[in-house]
């Protein structure tokens, strides 16, 4: 099994990177069986389950946008009844959207065992019948740390035209300055390029 881990802000193309290497690779060899499996997999079953929302809107930036509870009492009232509802009720903040949510419950989680999300990472891979896993968000020392480990490619994008500013959540930061040696800074519409070049470095490693 060989792995691909990307890094990069949100919105800089992790998520089409691994499409587009997918893609590339699959042209290649029909054969190849490639599953993606995000860290964050496990963050948003637990988010959907605990504050009740849909999965499906943990999966886009339209869907993470959404504020499904207009106010404390609201989301008093609103929340399911689940063993983590005291605590969904302590960290909930007025007005807050889905992204905020996957945000606030990684790191309640991490604060408990910075580990967590990596555990459950390696317990929904360890057994899969998979060539390729595509890990497309990359965003602490510990997640990239676990890809290198297995033997794994680490891919970071960086967009000079993104707002580094507009969110300074530590999911977002944590990475920043951090030494990547397969580093790309894509303009508009040169992902494919990028994709080409991932794909070539993937088929040097060792299954």
């Given at each position: 099994?060989?792995?691909?881990?990307?890094?990069?802000?949100?919105?800089?193309?992790?998520?089409?990177?691994?499409?587009?290497v997918s893609e590339k690779?699959?042209?290649?060899?029909?054969?190849?069986?490639?599953?993606?499996?995000?860290?964050?997999?496990?963050?948003?079953?637990?988010?959907?389950?605990?504050?009740?929302?849909?999965?499906?809107?943990?999966?886009?930036?339209?869907?993470?946008?959404?504020?499904?509870?207009?106010?404390?009492?609201?989301?008093?009232?609103?929340?399911?009844?689940?063993?983590?509802?005291?605590k969904v009720l302590e960290?909930?903040?007025?007005?807050?959207?889905?992204?905020?949510?996957?945000?606030?419950?990684?790191?309640?989680?991490?604060?408990?065992?910075?580990?967590?999300?990596?555990?459950?990472?390696?317990?929904?891979?360890?057994?899969?019948?998979?060539?390729?896993?595509?890990?497309?968000?990359?965003?602490?020392?510990?997640?990239?740390?676990?890809?290198?480990?297995?033997?794994?490619?680490?891919?970071?994008?960086?967009?000079?035209?993104?707002?580094?500013?507009?969110?300074?959540?530590?999911?977002?930061?944590?990475?920043?300055?951090?030494?990547?040696?397969?580093?790309?800074?894509?303009?508009?519409?040169?992902?494919?390029?990028?994709?080409?070049?991932?794909?070539?470095?993937?088929?040097?490693?060792?299954?």
């Amino acid at each position: 099994m060989r792995i691909l881990g990307i890094s990069g802000k949100a919105g800089s193309g992790k998520s089409t990177l691994g499409e587009l290497v997918s893609e590339k690779l699959c042209v290649r060899d029909r054969d190849l069986i490639v599953y993606f499996v995000p860290f964050a997999r496990a963050l948003r079953y637990e988010v959907s389950q605990y504050f009740g929302i849909p999965y499906g809107w943990t999966l886009t930036s339209e869907g993470k946008s959404f504020s499904p509870y207009c106010n404390a009492h609201h989301a008093n009232s609103m929340l399911p009844n689940t063993p983590m509802r005291d605590k969904v009720l302590e960290l909930y903040e007025p007005g807050m959207n889905i992204r905020r949510m996957l945000q606030v419950w990684g790191q309640y989680r991490r604060s408990m065992n910075p580990d967590y999300w990596l555990k459950k990472w390696y317990e929904g891979i360890v057994d899969l019948p998979a060539d390729l896993v595509i890990v497309d968000d990359i965003r602490f020392p510990n997640e990239a740390r676990a890809v290198d480990f297995c033997g794994g490619l680490l891919v970071r994008l960086e967009h000079y035209d993104l707002d580094s500013a507009k969110d300074q959540d530590i999911s977002e930061t944590a990475l920043d300055g951090a030494h990547f040696n397969n580093t790309f800074f894509p303009g508009y519409g040169e992902l494919g390029e990028v994709a080409g070049h991932v794909a070539k470095l993937l088929m040097r490693l060792r299954r």
